[in-house]
């Protein structure tokens, strides 16, 4: 990530697209002791101790909580009491109906021209093999356009590899998302993928992929990069290749819960800024970074503003989604739930990105929204970034698309992928100062956006 390049547009920005009142401006800067004050607080001993001690703990009893698990709910519960212990009684939950899909059994085995175990990680969501598994030729191609040229008749019976190198997550993810359907739409037996990452220690990555009810489901696994160059070689090579796959999968439909928090707001209680991360993660890993992080920091923002006896215009909301992995349920059953509400949101914030040293703010708004954010960052420096967006985040998204204004967490990110969604994704991996810094800046944010009198919406 180039931040000096994100300093120009930012400073580019301001100066050629945004005029400010005096007075507003005059108030923006006035925010500046109280985000020093909460910055402080958070980051010195004993808060900043205290506060990993509770995302360590949280991730050590309750990792991987996949949707629909005994694990995830648990977490709920537990997330809900340190809540009331920590001082706020306005916490609720509500049901969600969520997919439960469970990784039994996998196995892909190269068993020509080598027998070698190809380590895999089936697709979440993805259908079982039959019994008695598949074993088929391999046809790899690296995209979509090159897959449309082969005609039917050599696929039917395939197994096809999709082997597309990362170019970034947004143009990549389709081949994870979408291969099943275009194999099978041709007559393919099984897919691969290549997982959706720029680096490899022989770790797969998996994630949800999407079926069309008018198409054939066929079994779907991502295997590792090395793996993948490995089939490709040999195929360039004009090798024949079999491939050997079980996968046994359950599928079912549970009672989950989306967590919210309310801290009341003193001048405008009934406008929200909404703060989130989501709580599920994949089955794979302690869903420490994705998005374990992202949620606790979340969950913090009125827990330490409550304990600072901060007042602000809005109400703060912090939600923990549920079951955000499957295909964001949590947040389509809120939208639902709540759509006669929307109108009382003024500003939606999730981290659901890494929670790595922060830098700033991915923003999706109006030309206003975006200046007054941009304005309120330099208030924060180093974490002054901000990137413009039409949209972004998770969750978020679904809200950005009803017209409502809103900001990502922007961090050092550059590694995230290598974790993402994989046995890597663990504690190990973050760093003490960086997620205390992301929970001291996304407190100290959250309190701007709530409190300054201004009309993001």
């Not at 024949?240 to 001048?267: A, H, P, W, Y």
């Not at 109006?366 to 969750?395: H, M, R, W, Y």
């Amino acid at each position: 990530m180039n931040q000096e390049k994100l300093d120009t547009e930012r400073i580019d920005f301001l100066t050629k697209e945004c005029k400010f009142d005096p007075i507003l401006e005059k108030n923006i800067l006035s925010y500046k002791p109280i985000i020093d004050y909460i910055m402080t607080v958070i980051t010195s001993k004993p808060v900043s101790e205290g506060f990993y001690a509770l995302y360590t703990t949280f991730i050590d009893k309750f990792g991987p909580r996949p949707a629909g698990s005994k694990t995830l709910e648990e977490a709920i519960d537990y997330i809900k009491d340190l809540t009331y212990r920590s001082g706020i009684d306005n916490v609720t939950t509500e049901n969600v109906l969520i997919p439960h899909w469970h990784r039994e059994y996998e196995s892909v085995k190269m068993v020509y021209p080598l027998t070698k175990n190809i380590k895999a990680l089936g697709l979440g969501l993805s259908v079982s093999t039959p019994p008695e598994g598949i074993t088929a030729d391999v046809i790899v191609v690296n995209s979509f356009d090159e897959f449309d040229e082969i005609d039917y008749t050599k696929i039917i019976g395939k197994i096809v590899l999709f082997n597309a190198e990362f170019t970034s997550y947004s143009e990549t993810v389709k081949y994870r998302t979408d291969a099943a359907i275009k194999a099978a739409e041709k007559g393919a037996a099984a897919v691969l993928i290549r997982s959706i990452t720029p680096f490899s220690l022989y770790t797969p990555h998996t994630g949800a992929l999407m079926y069309n009810k008018y198409v054939e489901k066929i079994p779907a696994a991502a295997i590792t990069l090395e793996d993948a160059d490995l089939m490709q070689r040999l195929y360039d090579q004009g090798e024949k290749i079999v491939i050997e796959m079980f996968m046994f999968n359950t599928f079912n439909s549970e009672i989950s819960r989306n967590t919210i928090i309310d801290l009341q707001g003193v001048k405008e209680p009934e406008k929200l800024v909404i703060v989130s991360g989501h709580i599920d993660s994949w089955d794979v890993g302690q869903g420490a970074i994705d998005d374990g992080g992202g949620m606790m920091i979340s969950w913090f923002v009125p827990v330490i503003l409550k304990y600072l006896e901060l007042e602000h215009r809005r109400t703060i909301r912090s939600i923990l989604w549920t079951s955000e992995e499957p295909g964001l349920v949590g947040g389509r059953e809120y939208l639902h739930r709540h759509y006669d509400e929307l109108h009382n949101i003024d500003f939606i914030l999730e981290s659901d990105e890494g929670t790595f040293k922060p830098l700033g703010l991915k923003v999706a708004g109006s030309n206003s929204t975006k200046c007054i954010i941009a304005k309120i960052l330099q208030l924060f420096p180093p974490i002054d970034k901000v990137q413009f967006v039409n949209t972004t985040g998770s969750e978020m998204s679904l809200f950005i698309k009803k017209g409502i204004p809103g900001a990502s967490l922007l961090n050092k990110d550059d590694q995230y992928f290598w974790y993402h969604h994989t046995e890597a994704d663990t504690l190990t991996a973050q760093n003490m100062d960086d997620v205390v810094e992301c929970a001291a800046f996304w407190a100290a944010i959250a309190y701007v956006i709530a409190d300054i009198p201004v009309n993001f919406s």
